[in-house]
Protein backbone atom coordinates (compact mmCIF):
# COMPACT_ATOMS: atom_id res chain seq x y z
CA UNK A 1 0.00 0.00 0.00
CA UNK A 2 0.90 3.59 -0.25
CA UNK A 3 3.79 4.71 0.58
CA UNK A 4 5.11 1.73 0.96
CA UNK A 5 5.01 -0.04 -1.90
CA UNK A 6 8.20 1.48 -4.16
CA UNK A 7 10.22 -2.09 -3.86
CA UNK A 8 7.41 -3.74 -5.29
CA UNK A 9 7.68 -2.47 -9.14
CA UNK A 10 11.19 -3.55 -8.51
CA UNK A 11 11.49 -6.43 -6.99
CA UNK A 12 9.06 -8.09 -10.00
CA UNK A 13 10.75 -7.55 -12.82
CA UNK A 14 13.72 -8.94 -10.74
CA UNK A 15 12.16 -11.92 -10.20
CA UNK A 16 11.17 -14.79 -12.51
CA UNK A 17 7.87 -15.15 -13.03
CA UNK A 18 6.97 -17.78 -11.05
CA UNK A 19 8.67 -16.23 -8.15
CA UNK A 20 6.35 -12.94 -9.43
CA UNK A 21 3.65 -14.81 -9.44
CA UNK A 22 4.08 -16.47 -5.62
CA UNK A 23 5.24 -12.76 -4.43
CA UNK A 24 1.89 -11.47 -5.55
CA UNK A 25 -0.35 -13.95 -4.97
CA UNK A 26 0.89 -14.98 -1.52
CA UNK A 27 3.75 -13.30 0.04
CA UNK A 28 2.29 -9.30 -0.18
CA UNK A 29 -0.95 -11.00 1.33
CA UNK A 30 0.60 -11.38 4.94
CA UNK A 31 0.56 -7.71 5.66
CA UNK A 32 -3.23 -8.16 5.19
CA UNK A 33 -3.44 -11.07 7.59
CA UNK A 34 -1.53 -8.88 10.07
CA UNK A 35 -4.13 -6.26 10.00
CA UNK A 36 -6.93 -8.61 10.18
CA UNK A 37 -5.05 -10.84 13.17
CA UNK A 38 -3.96 -7.33 14.79
CA UNK A 39 -7.45 -5.37 14.32
CA UNK A 40 -9.82 -8.10 14.95
CA UNK A 41 -8.37 -10.77 17.24
CA UNK A 42 -5.45 -8.86 19.10
CA UNK A 43 -7.57 -6.33 19.79
CA UNK A 44 -11.04 -7.88 19.62
CA UNK A 45 -11.40 -7.02 23.53
CA UNK A 46 -10.50 -3.28 23.19
CA UNK A 47 -12.72 -0.37 21.99
CA UNK A 48 -12.62 -0.40 18.35
CA UNK A 49 -12.48 2.91 17.12
CA UNK A 50 -13.61 4.84 14.52
CA UNK A 51 -10.35 6.21 13.01
CA UNK A 52 -9.20 2.92 12.58
CA UNK A 53 -11.11 2.18 10.32
CA UNK A 54 -11.27 5.35 8.24
CA UNK A 55 -7.81 5.57 7.92
CA UNK A 56 -7.75 2.27 6.33
CA UNK A 57 -10.24 3.06 4.50
CA UNK A 58 -8.05 6.31 3.16
CA UNK A 59 -5.29 4.18 2.63
CA UNK A 60 -7.26 1.71 0.39
CA UNK A 61 -8.45 4.10 -1.66
CA UNK A 62 -5.08 5.96 -2.48
CA UNK A 63 -3.66 2.60 -3.36
CA UNK A 64 -6.57 1.59 -5.45
CA UNK A 65 -6.69 4.62 -7.26
CA UNK A 66 -2.78 5.92 -7.75
CA UNK A 67 -2.15 2.23 -8.49
CA UNK A 68 -3.81 1.04 -11.38
CA UNK A 69 -2.77 5.05 -12.85
CA UNK A 70 0.56 4.15 -12.66
CA UNK A 71 0.15 0.56 -13.84
CA UNK A 72 -1.56 2.60 -17.01
CA UNK A 73 1.50 4.52 -17.74
CA UNK A 74 3.83 1.33 -17.97
CA UNK A 75 5.95 0.01 -20.81
CA UNK A 76 7.23 -2.97 -18.58
CA UNK A 77 4.66 -5.96 -18.23
CA UNK A 78 5.58 -6.74 -15.44
CA UNK A 79 6.07 -3.27 -13.64
CA UNK A 80 2.03 -2.77 -15.00
CA UNK A 81 1.18 -6.14 -13.30
CA UNK A 82 3.11 -4.94 -9.82
CA UNK A 83 1.10 -1.73 -9.86
CA UNK A 84 -2.03 -3.39 -10.60
CA UNK A 85 -1.12 -5.26 -7.21
CA UNK A 86 -0.68 -1.95 -5.79
CA UNK A 87 -3.98 -1.50 -6.82
CA UNK A 88 -6.02 -4.34 -5.65
CA UNK A 89 -4.35 -4.11 -2.04
CA UNK A 90 -6.16 -1.03 -2.00
CA UNK A 91 -9.08 -2.25 -2.94
CA UNK A 92 -8.47 -5.14 -0.30
CA UNK A 93 -8.01 -2.40 2.16
CA UNK A 94 -11.37 -0.47 1.16
CA UNK A 95 -13.12 -4.17 2.68
CA UNK A 96 -11.05 -3.95 5.72
CA UNK A 97 -11.60 -0.11 6.05
CA UNK A 98 -15.86 -0.76 6.34
CA UNK A 99 -15.63 -3.90 8.64
CA UNK A 100 -13.32 -1.93 11.11
CA UNK A 101 -15.83 1.47 10.84
CA UNK A 102 -18.74 -1.22 11.04
CA UNK A 103 -17.10 -2.45 14.30
CA UNK A 104 -16.56 0.98 15.70
CA UNK A 105 -20.48 1.88 14.97
CA UNK A 106 -21.43 -1.07 16.29
CA UNK A 107 -22.83 -2.63 12.61
CA UNK A 108 -21.91 -5.69 12.31
CA UNK A 109 -23.21 -6.94 9.69
CA UNK A 110 -21.59 -3.98 7.22
CA UNK A 111 -18.70 -5.10 9.29
CA UNK A 112 -18.89 -9.11 8.37
CA UNK A 113 -19.94 -7.86 4.20
CA UNK A 114 -16.60 -5.70 4.54
CA UNK A 115 -14.70 -7.88 5.85
CA UNK A 116 -16.08 -10.90 3.79
CA UNK A 117 -15.56 -8.90 0.62
CA UNK A 118 -11.88 -7.76 1.72
CA UNK A 119 -10.81 -11.56 2.36
CA UNK A 120 -12.81 -12.76 -1.36
CA UNK A 121 -10.61 -10.38 -3.15
CA UNK A 122 -7.44 -11.66 -0.86
CA UNK A 123 -8.66 -14.81 -2.98
CA UNK A 124 -9.63 -13.95 -6.11
CA UNK A 125 -6.68 -11.61 -6.12
CA UNK A 126 -4.16 -14.52 -6.08
CA UNK A 127 -5.87 -16.16 -8.84
CA UNK A 128 -5.86 -13.85 -11.69
CA UNK A 129 -3.01 -11.90 -10.29
CA UNK A 130 -1.08 -15.19 -10.44
CA UNK A 131 -2.06 -16.16 -14.19
CA UNK A 132 -1.06 -12.76 -15.52
CA UNK A 133 2.37 -13.43 -14.31
CA UNK A 134 2.30 -16.44 -15.19
CA UNK A 135 0.86 -15.44 -19.03
CA UNK A 136 3.68 -12.40 -18.82
CA UNK A 137 6.28 -15.50 -17.85
CA UNK A 138 5.44 -17.06 -21.26
CA UNK A 139 5.47 -13.83 -23.66
CA UNK A 140 8.86 -12.68 -22.15
CA UNK A 141 10.23 -16.33 -22.36
CA UNK A 142 9.15 -16.13 -26.25
CA UNK A 143 9.76 -12.75 -27.03
CA UNK A 144 12.89 -12.23 -24.54
CA UNK A 145 11.50 -9.02 -23.88
CA UNK A 146 9.43 -7.23 -21.27
CA UNK A 147 8.39 -4.07 -23.03
CA UNK A 148 4.54 -4.48 -24.19
CA UNK A 149 5.63 -2.01 -27.13
CA UNK A 150 8.13 -4.43 -28.61
CA UNK A 151 5.66 -7.36 -29.01
CA UNK A 152 2.16 -7.42 -30.95
CA UNK A 153 -0.05 -10.21 -32.47
CA UNK A 154 0.89 -12.64 -29.86
CA UNK A 155 -2.51 -14.16 -30.31
CA UNK A 156 -1.73 -15.53 -33.64
CA UNK A 157 1.32 -17.12 -32.46
CA UNK A 158 0.28 -17.54 -29.00
CA UNK A 159 -3.19 -18.55 -28.53
CA UNK A 160 -3.35 -20.68 -25.43
CA UNK A 161 -1.61 -17.92 -23.87
CA UNK A 162 -3.76 -15.16 -25.32
CA UNK A 163 -6.94 -16.39 -24.07
CA UNK A 164 -5.56 -17.59 -20.42
CA UNK A 165 -4.49 -14.03 -20.23
CA UNK A 166 -7.18 -12.45 -21.36
CA UNK A 167 -9.38 -14.22 -19.00
CA UNK A 168 -7.56 -12.94 -16.26
CA UNK A 169 -7.31 -9.71 -17.62
CA UNK A 170 -11.18 -9.63 -17.54
CA UNK A 171 -10.83 -10.93 -14.12
CA UNK A 172 -8.79 -7.97 -12.81
CA UNK A 173 -10.74 -5.45 -14.59
CA UNK A 174 -14.05 -6.76 -12.54
CA UNK A 175 -16.01 -7.22 -15.77
CA UNK A 176 -18.49 -9.59 -15.10
CA UNK A 177 -19.75 -12.76 -14.59
CA UNK A 178 -15.42 -14.01 -13.37
CA UNK A 179 -14.49 -13.41 -9.53
CA UNK A 180 -12.36 -9.70 -9.71
CA UNK A 181 -16.64 -8.83 -10.36
CA UNK A 182 -18.02 -11.10 -7.81
CA UNK A 183 -15.62 -9.33 -5.31
CA UNK A 184 -15.68 -6.30 -6.18
CA UNK A 185 -19.53 -6.63 -6.19
CA UNK A 186 -19.61 -6.86 -2.44
CA UNK A 187 -16.87 -4.57 -1.77
CA UNK A 188 -19.48 -2.02 -3.53
CA UNK A 189 -22.46 -3.30 -1.53
CA UNK A 190 -20.97 -2.94 1.95
CA UNK A 191 -19.89 0.86 0.65
CA UNK A 192 -23.38 1.24 0.09
CA UNK A 193 -24.79 -0.68 3.07
CA UNK A 194 -22.39 1.40 5.51
CA UNK A 195 -23.56 5.03 3.70
CA UNK A 196 -26.73 4.21 4.09
CA UNK A 197 -26.79 3.06 7.80
CA UNK A 198 -24.31 5.40 8.81
CA UNK A 199 -23.70 9.07 10.44
CA UNK A 200 -22.74 12.54 8.22
CA UNK A 201 -19.34 11.11 8.77
CA UNK A 202 -19.39 8.02 7.80
CA UNK A 203 -22.09 8.54 4.64
CA UNK A 204 -19.29 11.15 3.49
CA UNK A 205 -16.11 8.73 3.34
CA UNK A 206 -18.53 6.05 2.02
CA UNK A 207 -19.49 7.65 -0.85
CA UNK A 208 -15.94 9.06 -1.45
CA UNK A 209 -14.17 5.14 -1.34
CA UNK A 210 -17.53 3.98 -4.03
CA UNK A 211 -16.82 6.97 -5.84
CA UNK A 212 -12.53 5.74 -6.05
CA UNK A 213 -13.85 2.05 -6.44
CA UNK A 214 -15.24 3.26 -9.41
CA UNK A 215 -13.00 5.46 -11.46
CA UNK A 216 -10.45 2.94 -10.31
CA UNK A 217 -12.44 0.21 -12.42
CA UNK A 218 -12.89 2.22 -15.29
CA UNK A 219 -8.58 2.87 -15.21
CA UNK A 220 -8.14 -0.47 -14.60
CA UNK A 221 -10.30 -1.51 -18.32
CA UNK A 222 -8.26 1.00 -20.12
CA UNK A 223 -4.83 -0.16 -18.51
CA UNK A 224 -5.69 -3.77 -19.66
CA UNK A 225 -6.96 -3.26 -22.85
CA UNK A 226 -3.79 -1.03 -23.72
CA UNK A 227 -1.68 -4.20 -21.88
CA UNK A 228 -3.71 -7.01 -23.84
CA UNK A 229 -4.41 -4.78 -27.32
CA UNK A 230 -0.50 -3.78 -27.96
CA UNK A 231 0.66 -7.35 -27.01
CA UNK A 232 -1.61 -9.78 -28.44
CA UNK A 233 -3.49 -7.58 -31.17
CA UNK A 234 -2.54 -6.65 -34.82
CA UNK A 235 0.68 -7.31 -36.27
CA UNK A 236 4.23 -7.42 -34.69
CA UNK A 237 6.05 -4.03 -33.55
CA UNK A 238 9.52 -5.08 -34.10
CA UNK A 239 11.16 -8.19 -36.12
CA UNK A 240 11.90 -10.17 -33.55
CA UNK A 241 15.45 -12.56 -33.68
CA UNK A 242 12.59 -15.51 -34.57
CA UNK A 243 9.03 -16.16 -34.71
CA UNK A 244 7.44 -16.40 -31.86
CA UNK A 245 5.58 -19.98 -30.78
CA UNK A 246 3.10 -21.24 -27.67
CA UNK A 247 4.97 -21.61 -24.91
CA UNK A 248 5.61 -25.26 -23.50
CA UNK A 249 2.53 -26.61 -22.18
CA UNK A 250 3.82 -27.35 -18.64
CA UNK A 251 3.34 -22.88 -18.59
CA UNK A 252 0.53 -22.76 -20.48
CA UNK A 253 -1.03 -25.53 -17.84
CA UNK A 254 -0.41 -23.33 -14.90
CA UNK A 255 -1.69 -20.54 -16.15
CA UNK A 256 -5.08 -22.24 -17.44
CA UNK A 257 -5.54 -23.88 -14.48
CA UNK A 258 -5.85 -20.29 -12.04
CA UNK A 259 -7.79 -19.08 -15.50
CA UNK A 260 -10.47 -21.36 -14.90
CA UNK A 261 -10.41 -20.75 -10.96
CA UNK A 262 -11.06 -17.03 -12.20
CA UNK A 263 -14.27 -18.80 -13.91
CA UNK A 264 -14.84 -21.04 -10.96
CA UNK A 265 -14.64 -18.30 -8.49
CA UNK A 266 -16.99 -15.87 -10.22
CA UNK A 267 -19.77 -18.41 -11.88
CA UNK A 268 -19.77 -20.48 -8.46
CA UNK A 269 -19.98 -17.05 -5.99
CA UNK A 270 -23.26 -18.76 -4.47
CA UNK A 271 -21.21 -21.35 -3.38
CA UNK A 272 -17.89 -19.80 -2.34
CA UNK A 273 -19.21 -16.52 -0.45
CA UNK A 274 -21.07 -18.46 2.27
CA UNK A 275 -17.74 -19.95 2.99
CA UNK A 276 -15.53 -16.72 2.78
CA UNK A 277 -18.74 -15.24 4.88
CA UNK A 278 -18.61 -18.09 7.93
CA UNK A 279 -14.63 -17.34 7.85
CA UNK A 280 -15.26 -13.31 8.34
CA UNK A 281 -18.27 -14.23 10.85
CA UNK A 282 -15.87 -16.32 12.84
CA UNK A 283 -12.86 -13.71 12.48
CA UNK A 284 -15.30 -10.83 14.01
CA UNK A 285 -17.46 -13.35 16.39
CA UNK A 286 -20.53 -13.16 15.55
CA UNK A 287 -22.81 -16.29 13.87
CA UNK A 288 -23.18 -16.15 9.95
CA UNK A 289 -24.50 -14.30 7.55
CA UNK A 290 -26.34 -15.67 4.60
CA UNK A 291 -25.25 -14.61 1.54
CA UNK A 292 -26.82 -16.63 -0.98
CA UNK A 293 -29.85 -18.27 -1.71
CA UNK A 294 -29.66 -20.75 -4.46
CA UNK A 295 -27.08 -19.49 -7.72
CA UNK A 296 -27.99 -15.72 -6.07
CA UNK A 297 -25.85 -13.59 -4.32
CA UNK A 298 -27.95 -11.09 -1.93
CA UNK A 299 -27.27 -8.36 0.95
CA UNK A 300 -29.10 -9.33 3.62
CA UNK A 301 -31.12 -6.04 4.73
CA UNK A 302 -31.49 -4.80 0.90
CA UNK A 303 -33.57 -5.57 -1.93
CA UNK A 304 -29.90 -6.13 -3.34
CA UNK A 305 -29.13 -9.75 -5.23
CA UNK A 306 -27.36 -10.63 -8.45
CA UNK A 307 -27.03 -14.05 -10.21
CA UNK A 308 -23.40 -14.18 -11.80
CA UNK A 309 -25.04 -17.28 -13.86
CA UNK A 310 -27.71 -15.37 -15.48
CA UNK A 311 -25.75 -12.69 -15.79
CA UNK A 312 -23.00 -15.25 -18.07
CA UNK A 313 -25.80 -16.77 -19.94
CA UNK A 314 -27.08 -13.10 -20.91
CA UNK A 315 -23.53 -11.94 -22.24
CA UNK A 316 -22.78 -14.79 -24.21
CA UNK A 317 -26.50 -15.09 -25.78
CA UNK A 318 -25.55 -11.01 -26.86
CA UNK A 319 -22.16 -11.86 -27.74
CA UNK A 320 -23.37 -14.58 -30.38
CA UNK A 321 -26.40 -12.55 -31.26
CA UNK A 322 -23.68 -9.53 -32.40
CA UNK A 323 -21.46 -12.03 -34.06
CA UNK A 324 -24.65 -13.20 -36.12
CA UNK A 325 -25.83 -9.90 -37.20
CA UNK A 326 -22.03 -8.97 -38.25
CA UNK A 327 -21.81 -11.81 -40.07
CA UNK A 328 -25.09 -11.42 -41.88
CA UNK A 329 -23.79 -7.60 -42.57
CA UNK A 330 -20.81 -9.16 -44.11
CA UNK A 331 -21.91 -11.83 -46.49
CA UNK A 332 -24.51 -9.37 -47.57
CA UNK A 333 -22.27 -6.53 -48.32
CA UNK A 334 -19.08 -8.76 -49.37
CA UNK A 335 -17.13 -6.86 -46.63
CA UNK A 336 -14.17 -8.97 -44.75
CA UNK A 337 -11.87 -8.12 -41.80
CA UNK A 338 -9.21 -5.71 -42.45
CA UNK A 339 -5.90 -7.10 -41.64
CA UNK A 340 -4.26 -3.88 -41.33
CA UNK A 341 -4.97 -0.93 -39.41
CA UNK A 342 -6.19 2.48 -41.49
CA UNK A 343 -2.98 4.22 -42.02
CA UNK A 344 -4.71 7.38 -43.93
CA UNK A 345 -3.83 5.82 -47.39
CA UNK A 346 -0.21 4.97 -46.46
CA UNK A 347 1.67 1.77 -47.12
CA UNK A 348 0.92 0.25 -43.57
CA UNK A 349 4.43 -0.35 -41.44
CA UNK A 350 5.39 -1.36 -38.24
CA UNK A 351 5.65 2.08 -36.35
CA UNK A 352 2.31 2.51 -37.69
CA UNK A 353 -0.18 0.42 -34.97
CA UNK A 354 -0.92 2.44 -31.55
CA UNK A 355 1.75 1.71 -29.27
CA UNK A 356 1.25 1.99 -25.02
CA UNK A 357 2.30 5.41 -24.72
CA UNK A 358 0.03 6.94 -27.22
CA UNK A 359 -2.73 4.45 -25.97
CA UNK A 360 -2.82 6.13 -22.69
CA UNK A 361 -1.98 10.15 -23.68
CA UNK A 362 -5.11 11.32 -22.50
CA UNK A 363 -4.88 9.91 -19.33
CA UNK A 364 -1.25 10.79 -18.85
CA UNK A 365 -2.52 14.60 -19.80
CA UNK A 366 -4.63 14.53 -16.92
CA UNK A 367 -2.53 12.47 -14.22
CA UNK A 368 0.05 14.81 -15.35
CA UNK A 369 0.98 16.03 -12.15
CA UNK A 370 0.80 12.97 -10.26
CA UNK A 371 3.17 11.32 -12.34
CA UNK A 372 5.47 14.39 -11.87
CA UNK A 373 5.29 14.00 -8.42
CA UNK A 374 5.91 10.76 -8.64
CA UNK A 375 8.66 10.69 -10.41
CA UNK A 376 10.66 13.48 -8.10
CA UNK A 377 9.66 11.96 -5.07
CA UNK A 378 9.55 7.54 -5.65
CA UNK A 379 11.94 7.57 -8.78
CA UNK A 380 13.99 9.50 -6.91
CA UNK A 381 14.76 8.44 -2.99
CA UNK A 382 11.89 9.23 -1.26
CA UNK A 383 11.88 10.57 2.45
CA UNK A 384 10.69 6.83 3.49
CA UNK A 385 13.10 5.47 1.56
CA UNK A 386 16.38 7.85 2.70
CA UNK A 387 14.52 6.35 6.16
CA UNK A 388 14.51 2.95 5.56
CA UNK A 389 18.13 2.73 4.22
CA UNK A 390 19.71 5.20 7.30
CA UNK A 391 17.39 1.95 9.69
CA UNK A 392 19.07 -0.27 7.76
CA UNK A 393 22.93 0.95 7.52
CA UNK A 394 22.20 1.57 11.20
CA UNK A 395 21.39 -2.25 12.14
CA UNK A 396 24.10 -3.20 9.99
CA UNK A 397 26.06 -1.26 12.54
CA UNK A 398 24.62 -2.68 15.57
CA UNK A 399 24.42 -6.15 14.32
CA UNK A 400 29.01 -6.16 14.50
CA UNK A 401 28.30 -4.17 18.55
CA UNK A 402 25.90 -7.27 19.76
CA UNK A 403 28.97 -9.80 18.98
CA UNK A 404 31.38 -7.48 20.51
CA UNK A 405 30.07 -7.19 23.64
CA UNK A 406 27.75 -10.07 24.46
CA UNK A 407 28.94 -13.14 22.15
CA UNK A 408 32.29 -12.37 22.42
CA UNK A 409 32.63 -11.50 26.00
CA UNK A 410 31.43 -14.88 27.00
CA UNK A 411 33.43 -16.70 24.46
CA UNK A 412 36.60 -15.05 25.38
CA UNK A 413 35.74 -15.91 29.26
CA UNK A 414 35.19 -19.71 28.40
CA UNK A 415 38.16 -19.79 26.09
CA UNK A 416 40.72 -18.48 29.50
CA UNK A 417 39.05 -20.50 31.71
CA UNK A 418 40.12 -23.44 29.24
CA UNK A 419 43.48 -22.22 28.83
CA UNK A 420 43.82 -22.14 32.36
CA UNK A 421 42.43 -25.61 32.91
CA UNK A 422 44.83 -27.20 30.57
CA UNK A 423 47.70 -27.54 33.43
CA UNK A 424 45.17 -30.09 35.06
CA UNK A 425 45.99 -32.44 32.83
CA UNK A 426 48.91 -33.15 33.05
CA UNK A 427 48.21 -36.65 31.35
CA UNK A 428 49.98 -38.53 34.45
CA UNK A 429 47.26 -41.21 35.30
CA UNK A 430 48.62 -40.70 39.22
CA UNK A 431 47.46 -37.35 39.17
CA UNK A 432 44.01 -38.06 38.07
CA UNK A 433 44.41 -40.77 40.77
CA UNK A 434 45.46 -38.25 43.05
CA UNK A 435 42.11 -36.09 42.21
CA UNK A 436 40.02 -39.18 42.80
CA UNK A 437 41.32 -39.28 46.32
CA UNK A 438 40.22 -35.75 47.12
CA UNK A 439 36.83 -35.98 45.47
CA UNK A 440 35.82 -38.66 47.87
CA UNK A 441 37.84 -37.17 50.67
CA UNK A 442 35.44 -33.56 50.28
CA UNK A 443 32.48 -36.05 49.74
CA UNK A 444 33.22 -37.82 53.32
CA UNK A 445 33.78 -34.43 54.67
CA UNK A 446 30.25 -33.40 53.50
CA UNK A 447 28.29 -36.44 54.48
CA UNK A 448 29.53 -36.44 58.39
CA UNK A 449 28.73 -32.48 58.14
CA UNK A 450 25.20 -33.40 57.20
CA UNK A 451 24.77 -35.71 59.68
Known amino acids: MLPFHSWLPQAHPAAPSNVSALM ?10 GIVKVAFDLLAGSDCQLWWGLAVLVVGVV ?3 LGIAYALMEHDVKKLLAFSSVENIGIILIGIGVALVGCATGNLLVASIGLMAGLYHTLNHAMFKG ?16 NIDQMGGL ?4 PATAITFLVAAISVCAIPPLNGFASEWFTYQSLLTAALQGDGVVMGFMAFAAAALAITGALAVICFIKCYGVAFAGKPRVNLPQEPREAPTSMVFG ?19 PFMQDIASATLGI ?9 VVLIPGSDTAISLLVVAVVLLVLTL ?16 VRDDAWACGYLPDLSMPPSSGTFATNVRGFFGPMYDARDAVVERKSLVMRAYEGLVSFLKKLEPMADKYLVDGVTSFAKRIGVASRGV ?10 YIVIVLAISLILTVAVG
Open 321 to 336: LLRGILGIFNSRHGAG
Open 155 to 158: SKFM
Open 255 to 273: TALLALMCIGLGLGVALVA
Open 131 to 146: ALFLGAGSMIYRTHTR
Open 425 to 434: EGGDYRRYIG
Open 24 to 33: SGGMIKIGIF
Open 287 to 295: SAVTVASGA
Open 63 to 65: SSV
